[in-house]
């Protein structure tokens, strides 16, 4: 019903910067809190920032002053800019939705991406 795709990940440097995308499709009537993940191999998957419809922001303290989250809830589409990347290996970035459907505006879904990998070099 809903789809989720990540996309700009991708290898960098140390110190470098990456911007993620996710855009949400389907049978959408409201999406209210979006959020980008983050899993590392063997590791739990963690919060790395989330942004309310209404453009309030949190950040995991990892990520602070370095990524800035965003969104175009015209186009359904979420961004996260990760500036002075740090050398973390491989880590799968995964988008987050909470969504609200026109066919049952009653209940709220939780939808996930299928993640992008995205690997900071030292």
């Known amino acids: 019903q809903v789809q989720l795709v990540e996309s700009g990940g991708g290898l960098v440097h140390a110190g470098g910067s990456l911007r993620l995308s996710c855009a949400a499709s389907?049978?959408?009537?409201?999406?209210?809190?979006m959020a980008w993940y983050r899993q590392a191999p063997g590791k739990q998957r963690e919060l790395v920032a989330d942004?309310?419809?209404?453009?309030?922001?949190n950040y995991a303290d990892s990520v602070k002053c370095r990524f800035t989250i965003s969104r175009d809830n015209a186009k359904n589409t979420m961004y996260l800019q990760m500036n002075s990347l740090k050398p973390e290996g491989t880590e799968v970035y995964y988008c987050n939705a909470d969504v609200i459907l026109l066919r049952d505006r009653a209940i709220r879904y939780r939808y996930w991406g299928q993640g992008t990998q995205v690997t900071v070099s030292s």
């Open positions: 942004i309310t419809s209404g453009d309030n922001s």
């Open positions: 389907g049978n959408i009537f409201i999406i209210n809190t």
